[in-house]
């Protein structure tokens, strides 16, 4: 098959969750023999044309002229005006609110196109009203002139159903391992073994970071509470001024793979707050990383984890979550039960496999 991936930032990732699924993808599928071209902006630091094996293919973005949020929308319209006029025999689109004009516009007829949907962006609360609306309209069109849709969650899926009475194939995230666990980072962040709090997100109002202090602060405990995530944006702002001096401490963005996963491991808890999106990475990075959850308690988080967790639903549940100490007895059945989950579902190796035989499955039904 000739495979184009779009709606990334490109490869090899250095961004996020998309751009480490279209690297994980395109790598796996060109080693299974398949020809898989992935469309990159031209402001990405990797210059070759091809990276393991997978072709590499530069649009325009005007990013430093209109901002990210408005740039990707031309990006996307580039990328797929170019991919509908080559021979590919799938186009697979990553998210779609971005990308649902181009899916509108661009003259597709003859060629798939299959978009995996992402999360519910039109719900992130950093949104108005308006923008809401619009980004509920354009996920709206987007799905009814996708040719086929996917979700990375359960939840997802049963949303699409139930929102558009559209079908969709679930194929799940991947997940990493980590190298064996070594401390020794910790004291670089002023960390001690088993001996703090740890939450790992974009400060953004949906993923409930106030409701996770504030039940951190209601409960009273003295065990310290380390956030990693970029603080230095208007909201960071916000939450580092209305949180000062209660335990709370920001480490900013940890881009190295191994300490994050050191960082992880070694906590006591993992506050998980993630609201809207499919399958969260940070999620299955945690999973792996043996730690033991307490989420926010939604259909998201519960497709994943399933029974593998304590969840919340305000701040006054995850405090008395904190200051429950018999809790932390579950810690062994629930690390051990979230590993056998990743390796039944979430493996990158089943992930590829299951997008190779979607889209033969497309093209024998095309």
Known sequence: MKIAILGTRGIPNNYGGFEQCAEYLSVGLVEKGHQVTIYSPNFHPYKEDSYKGVQIKRKAS?????GQSASNFIYDYLCLKDAVKQDFDIILELGLITSSLSIIF?????????????GLEWKRSKWNNLVQKITKTLEKYGV????????????????????????????????????TPNPDCLVEY??????????????????????????YIESGIKTPYYVVGNHLTPYG???????????????????????????RY??????????????????????????FIIAHDNLFNKS??????????????????????????????FTQSNLNRIDEVYRWSIVVDQYESYFKRILDNK
Do not use: W
């Open 62 to 66: 005007p990013q430093n002229i209109l």
């Open 106 to 118: 661009c003259r597709h007829k003859g060629k798939v196109i299959a978009t995996n949907l992402d």
């Open 144 to 179: 009814k002139y996708s040719d086929y849709l996917i979700a990375d969650n359960v939840g997802i899926q049963e949303y699409i159903n139930e929102e558009y009475n559209r079908e969709s194939e679930f194929i799940a995230y991947g997940a990493v391992d980590i190298e």
């Open 190 to 215: 002023g960390l001690h073994v088993y001996n703090y709090l740890l939450s790992i997100a974009r400060l953004e109002p949906e993923n409930n970071l106030e409701m996770m202090f504030d039940g």
């Open 237 to 263: 702002d916000f939450l580092k001024d209305k949180y000062r001096n209660n335990g709370i401490i920001f480490l900013g963005g940890i881009f190295n793979k191994e300490h994050l996963d050191n960082i």
């Open 266 to 291: 070694y906590s006591s808890y993992y506050l998980h707050g993630h609201s809207v999106g499919g399958t969260n990475p940070a999620l299955l990075e945690a999973m792996t990383a043996e730690t």
């Open 304 to 333: 994943v984890i399933r029974e593998n967790a304590f969840y919340f639903n305000s701040s006054s549940s995850l405090a008395s979550l904190l200051k429950d100490e018999e809790i932390i007895k579950n810690k062994s059945a």
